[in-house]
C-alpha cells in the first residue's frame, strides 16, 4: 500500500515527484524519476538548472532514491533543508555542510542559494520527462535585446553558422553562451577561442592542433580548440582578428566538416557549431581585402546585432542592481541601496564600455561606499571619456561636459 503521509519518506512514494522551483516571483515545476540523482546548478551540465546569482554552477546533489539526501557540492552561498513548509515560515532550517548527506523526504524544502526549491508527489501528467529549462540573461527589458533574443532562440535549433555584430563589451558572449545552452548542443563543450589574443605564430596550432614532430618544440600531439568544440559550439570571438591564412582552413571546416592539423596527412571529422561575433564592420574589411568574402557569407548565415547599452536605456538600472548583488553575495557583503541621484546618473551616462563597463562600475562602488548607500561619486565614471558628475546642492545630480567649469 503507498503512503499518503505528505510526510513520507521519499523511497515511499510512487514513481515520479516534482521539484517546485520558486524563482522570480514564479513556479516552476520538474518532473523527475523517483530513483533519480540530479545535480542542482547554474551549470549546463546540471539535470536541474536554477538561474540565479546566488545558485553555483554545482551547487547540490539530490538523491530521491532510498535513502534520499540532499548534498552540498561546497557551493558558495550554502544549501539548507527545512522539513516542512510551516519550518520555512518559522526559519527553522538544517545547514547542510559541505559533503554531508541530509535526509529529505515528501513535503522538504530545499533552499539552494537563495532559491526555494519543494520536493512534492507528482500529479498525473501526460508529461513524464524533466523540463528543459533555457533561460535568457537575467535583464531583458529593451525591445529590440528581446527580438534580438528571440531570432537567436529559433537560430539556435538549427546547425546554421551565427555571426554576432556589436560595440566591444555588449554582451556578445553571453548571447553566444545562449545560443549553445539553447541548443541540441547544450551538453557538448562551448569553447571560447580569442582570435584577438592568440600569437600569431601559434594561430594555426591553437585552433587546428597539431601531430607530433610538425615543427620544432612539437614533442607531443596537441588538440586544437575546434577540435576540443567537438560535439558542442566554437565561440570564434574578434573574428575579424583572424589572419587570411587561417579565414581559409576555417571555411574549410565550415563546408566540409573536417579539420587537418598542423604536420597531419589525413583530416577528421569534426562535428561542432560555430558562433563568431566582432565589433569590427566585417563589409568594411571584405572591401579592404582583410577578410574574405566567401568566409563572410558562410559566417553570415544568421546575423545579429547587440545594440549598445546607451541604445537599450530601459535595461541600465536593471542591471546595475543585477552586478551589484551578484558581487555582493560572492564577496559575502550587505547589497547597499542605490540612492536616486545614482540611478539618475547610470541613465544619463553614455557608457562607452557598454555593459562591462557599468559591470565594473558596480563592482567598485560597494567596496568605496564602504557598507553605505551608493552615491553617484561612488560610480567613478572616466571623466576624460564621457562627463564629469556633479552632486547640485539640492542634491540632485547634473552632468556637463569634462572640461567645461
Same mark, same amino acid.
Do not use: W
Given at each position: 500500500m503507498v503512503s499518503t503521509d505528505p510526510g513520507a519518506a521519499v523511497a515511499e512514494e510512487p514513481a515520479e515527484i516534482e521539484l517546485v522551483i520558486h524563482e522570480r516571483r514564479q513556479q516552476r515545476r520538474v518532473r523527475v524519476g523517483l530513483a533519480a540523482t540530479v545535480l542542482i546548478g547554474r551549470?549546463?551540465? +546540471?539535470?536541474?538548472?536554477?538561474?540565479?546569482?546566488?545558485?553555483?554552477?554545482?551547487?547540490?546533489?539530490?538523491?530521491?532514491?532510498?535513502p534520499s539526501f540532499v548534498e552540498d557540492l561546497e557551493s558558495q552561498n550554502g544549501t539548507q533543508v527545512f522539513e516542512s513548509s510551516a519550518d520555512v515560515e518559522a526559519?527553522?532550517?538544517?545547514?547542510?555542510?559541505?559533503?554531508?548527506?541530509?535526509p529529505v523526504k515528501i513535503g522538504s524544502v530545499l533552499k539552494i542559494g537563495n532559491v526555494l526549491i519543494g520536493i512534492e508527489r507528482a500529479s498525473p !501528467?501526460?508529461?513524464?520527462?524533466?523540463?528543459?529549462?533555457?533561460?535568457?540573461p537575467a535583464v531583458l527589458e529593451d525591445a529590440e535585446m528581446r527580438r534580438v533574443y528571440a531570432l537567436a532562440e529559433r537560430a539556435a535549433a538549427t546547425a546554421l553558422p551565427v555571426l554576432i555584430l556589436g560595440e566591444t563589451?555588449? %554582451?556578445?558572449?553571453?548571447?553566444?553562451?545562449?545560443?549553445?545552452?539553447?541548443?541540441?548542443?547544450?551538453? %557538448?563543450? $562551448?569553447?571560447?577561442?580569442? +582570435?584577438?589574443?592568440?600569437?600569431? !605564430?601559434? $594561430?594555426?596550432?591553437?585552433?587546428?592542433?597539431?601531430?607530433?614532430?610538425?615543427?620544432?618544440?612539437?614533442?607531443?600531439?596537441?588538440?586544437?580548440?575546434?577540435?576540443?568544440?567537438?560535439?558542442?559550439?566554437?565561440?570564434?570571438?574578434?573574428?575579424?582578428e583572424l589572419p587570411l591564412a587561417m579565414q581559409v582552413k576555417l571555411l574549410h571546416v565550415l563546408e566540409s566538416g573536417e579539420l587537418t592539423k598542423v604536420g597531419g596527412t589525413r583530416s577528421q571529422q569534426v562535428d561542432l557549431r560555430i558562433v563568431a561575433a566582432t565589433n569590427r564592420e566585417l563589409s568594411r574589411?571584405?572591401? !579592404?581585402?582583410? $577578410?574574405?568574402?566567401?568566409?563572410?557569407?558562410?559566417?553570415?548565415?544568421?546575423?545579429?546585432?547587440?545594440?549598445?547599452?546607451?541604445?537599450?536605456r530601459a535595461e541600465i538600472v536593471p542591471l546595475a542592481r543585477l552586478f551589484l548583488e551578484r558581487f555582493c553575495i560572492h564577496a559575502g557583503l550587505a547589497v547597499p541601496e542605490l540612492l536616486p541621484e545614482t540611478e539618475q546618473l547610470l541613465q544619463e551616462y553614455s557608457w562607452p564600455g557598454?555593459?562591462?563597463?557599468?559591470?565594473? !562600475?558596480?563592482?567598485?562602488?560597494?567596496?568605496?561606499?564602504?557598507?553605505?548607500?551608493?552615491?553617484?561619486?561612488?560610480?567613478?565614471?572616466?571623466e576624460q571619456l564621457e562627463a564629469t558628475a556633479v552632486l547640485a546642492r539640492d542634491g540632485s545630480t547634473k552632468v556637463r561636459p569634462a572640461g567645461r567649469s
Open positions: 551549470g549546463v551540465d +546540471c539535470q536541474v538548472r536554477v538561474e540565479h546569482v546566488s545558485v553555483s554552477r554545482r551547487h547540490a546533489r539530490l538523491k530521491l532514491s532510498e526559519r527553522r532550517a538544517t545547514a547542510v555542510r559541505p559533503g554531508q548527506q541530509v !501528467a501526460v508529461q513524464t520527462e524533466p523540463v528543459p529549462v533555457r533561460q535568457g563589451g555588449v %554582451g556578445k558572449d553571453v548571447l553566444a553562451e545562449h545560443i549553445h545552452s539553447s541548443s541540441s548542443r547544450s551538453r %557538448g563543450a $562551448f569553447v571560447r577561442v580569442n +582570435c584577438g589574443a592568440l600569437s600569431p !605564430a601559434l $594561430f594555426e596550432s591553437e585552433l587546428f592542433g597539431h601531430e607530433r614532430g610538425a615543427f620544432t618544440n612539437a614533442g607531443a600531439a596537441k588538440v586544437g580548440l575546434l577540435e576540443l568544440a567537438r560535439g558542442g559550439t566554437a565561440f570564434l570571438d574578434e573574428i575579424g574589411e571584405v572591401k !579592404a581585402g582583410r $577578410f574574405r568574402k566567401d568566409l563572410y557569407f558562410r559566417l553570415n548565415s544568421v546575423s545579429l546585432h547587440l545594440p549598445a547599452l546607451r541604445e537599450r557598454n555593459v562591462r563597463e557599468l559591470k565594473n !562600475a558596480m563592482e567598485r562602488a560597494p567596496i568605496l561606499a564602504g557598507g553605505g548607500p551608493i552615491a553617484p561619486a561612488y560610480l567613478r565614471l572616466d
